[in-house]
């Protein structure tokens, strides 16, 4: 079965400070990675996009990597701030179709 | 607006009561899809909708749920005889013809079964 695990769950953090999830997948055949940011009572929006070839992708802030090897992928936000409280979603595209498979999740508060 | 639309933005109702929710998908897009996310959860599947396609109905959680989409434009998602475990919001998102993965969300729409 499909799974998209994300650690940690909670996370909180000061203001400034670096920070990284984690997004593990089983997902097979693989077509990509997207990282999608909620904010509270928003819907997702999506902040990078990661297919196969690809190892590091920047966007501002927030850096992810894929590891396609190990089925890891992480986002790395540098030099948080008060507006990245959030969920972040991690969810990989099955190849050769459209099936999605979300993660749970992972609930980033920053604090002053 | 050029976002996916969703309305009641938030609808409290009585156990029992029959709710439609609706969704504006972006114009030129051809999927269409709805979640369901209970607080502090993830997203759950409910339907997908493709074109003309027969949808994909496998994450409907019973026959209560139902959803229909006129062409490539609205859908409505009606759930009947409503239970206190429907309370979520409920989360519409279309793609566009060209398929990337990337979902289009609107700003979901709470509901609150009393």
């Known amino acids: 079965k499909n799974q998209v695990e994300q650690s940690p769950q909670s996370l909180i953090i000061l203001e400034g400070k670096n920070c990284t999830l984690q997004c593990n997948y089983t997902v097979s055949p693989f077509s990509n990675l997207r990282w999608y940011k909620q904010d509270t009572g928003r819907g997702p929006v999506s902040l990078t996009i990661?297919?196969?070839?690809?190892n590091t992708k920047s966007n501002g802030r927030y850096t992810a990597t894929l590891d396609a090897d190990t089925k890891q992928s992480s986002l790395h936000i540098t030099a948080s701030q008060l507006s990245d409280s959030a969920s972040y979603i991690c969810?990989?595209?099955?190849?050769?179709?459209?099936?999605?498979?979300f993660g749970t999740g992972t609930q980033l508060k920053v604090e002053l | 607006g050029a976002g996916v639309s969703q309305s009641p933005s938030n609808k409290v109702t009585e156990k029992g009561k029959d709710v439609e929710l609706r969704c504006d998908p972006i114009?030129?897009?051809?999927?269409l899809y709805w979640y369901r996310q209970r607080l502090g959860q993830g997203l759950e599947f409910l339907i997908y909708?493709?074109?003309?396609?027969?949808?994909?109905k496998s994450g409907l959680p019973s026959d209560r749920f139902s959803a229909e989409r006129t062409g490539e434009s609205v859908s409505t998602l009606t759930i009947q005889r409503t239970q206190q475990e429907d309370s979520a919001v409920y989360l519409c998102?279309?793609?566009?013809?060209?398929?990337?993965?990337?979902?289009?969300f609107g700003e979901g729409s709470r509901l609150t079964v009393l």
């Open positions: 909708f493709q074109g003309n396609s027969a949808p994909d």
């Open positions: 969810v990989v595209s099955e190849g050769g179709g459209n099936k999605l498979t």
């Open positions: 998102a279309s793609t566009p013809p060209t398929w990337t993965g990337e979902l289009f």
């Open positions: 114009s030129g897009h051809t999927a």
């Open positions: 990661m297919t196969f070839s690809e």
